[in-house]
């Protein structure tokens, strides 16, 4: 009799520890971590957006939101270089692929949310074009590995992002009746994979040509790659709507009250080219110049050639 007993009692644990696992591995879960970073614009002096949460895309499966209680209003020139304010950090989600996420955001007209500062001091709406719909949305996917961190930062290239359209009228009174819009180009890292790009300007250089004769506007170096053993590195350009002829994937301001350095951030493993220019471009002044071909001098012509690897900071200056 006592035999049996344990026999039974070893039958029923053994069952119940079998559907506890089954239910335990059919959902087996891993930690994401997400970020903001920022190339900066000229511009303005603040762009602030709020984020009210993240929808992400499981691969076969609904969407589902991760909102937060209250929003996060960020200002994005504040995250420079190597800087990045968390959207989530260290959540816990299901394992798996993922097709894509979405940045949920508030920008509505007349409402106090998402605003623009430009350097006249003046406090401006920032509309997003269907942001209370889609909000900002990244088709990009990526993987959540059981019991592992998923670490990734989001780039938001403001310079070729806020847009002053034409014809297009503020609801708001101040900033000249101007409505500014933020069309992202966003650009996503995995941080396991991401190193940096640091280096100084020598002064003489923003002194020289067309360049901004106040140490205030030093211009920017651009980043353009990752380029393969057989690609074509084409010459550097200015940002325009053609990303086919060379456009830079993102940009470092050059800071003049640190002796001219300039820090990219979060760039993948490769190989890249970075180009000085004192004439930095935005997608605001192309819009303003009607179409106009903008003639932006880069220093050197061809630019420099730079190898990132994981982890590790990767040094060019200029000259």
């Known amino acids: 009799m006592q035999t049996s007993r344990l026999v039974l009692v070893g039958a029923i644990s053994a069952l119940l520890a079998a559907c506890g696992g089954s239910d335990g591995d059919s959902n087996p879960t891993g ?41 996060k209003s960020i200002d994005l020139l504040e995250q420079q270089g190597t800087q990045r304010a968390m959207l989530l950090d260290g959540v816990e989600v299901r394992a798996g692929d993922y097709e894509w996420m979405r940045l ?9 949310d998402s605003y623009i500062a430009i350097n006249a001091g ?3 709406e920032l509309r997003i074009p269907s942001g209370a719909e889609s909000g900002l949305k990244v088709i990009r996917g990526f993987t959540v590995g059981v019991g592992s961190v998923t670490d990734m930062t989001i780039d938001f290239n403001l310079r070729k992002s806020i847009v002053q359209p034409p014809g297009q009228q503020a609801d708001a009174t101040n900033c000249g009746g101007q409505a500014y819009l933020l069309k992202p180009v966003l650009r996503v ?14 002064p003489s250089l923003v002194a020289a040509g067309n360049c901004p004769t106040s140490s205030a506007t030093p211009g920017a170096v651009y980043l353009y790659g990752p380029y393969g053993a057989n690609d074509t590195v084409l010459p550097p350009d200015d940002l325009d709507e053609n990303p ?22 979060f760039v993948p493993a490769g190989n ?14 192309d819009a303003n110049a009607a179409g106009a071909t903008e003639v932006v001098t880069f220093m050197p012509a061809g630019g420099k050639t730079v190898t990132v690897n994981a982890n590790a900071i990767s040094s060019e200056s200029f000259p």
């Open 272 to 285: 890249y080219v970075v180009a000085y220019t004192c004439d930095a471009d935005d997608a605001t002044q």
């Open 31 to 71: 930690t994401l971590k997400l970020g903001v970073t920022d190339a900066p614009v000229d511009v303005a002096t603040e762009v602030v957006v709020h984020f009210t949460g993240v929808e992400l895309k499981p691969v076969g499966d609904r969407a589902f939101s991760i909102d937060f209680a209250q929003p």
């Open 122 to 124: 003046e406090r401006c």
């Open 104 to 112: 949920k955001v508030e920008a509505e007209p007349n409402v106090d």
């Open 189 to 202: 890292v995995d941080n396991l994979q991401v190193g940096t790009i640091s280096g100084n300007v020598d």
């Open 244 to 265: 086919l002829d060379g456009d830079p994937i993102t940009t470092a301001r050059v800071d003049a009250a640190a002796n001219y350095a300039y820090t990219i951030g």
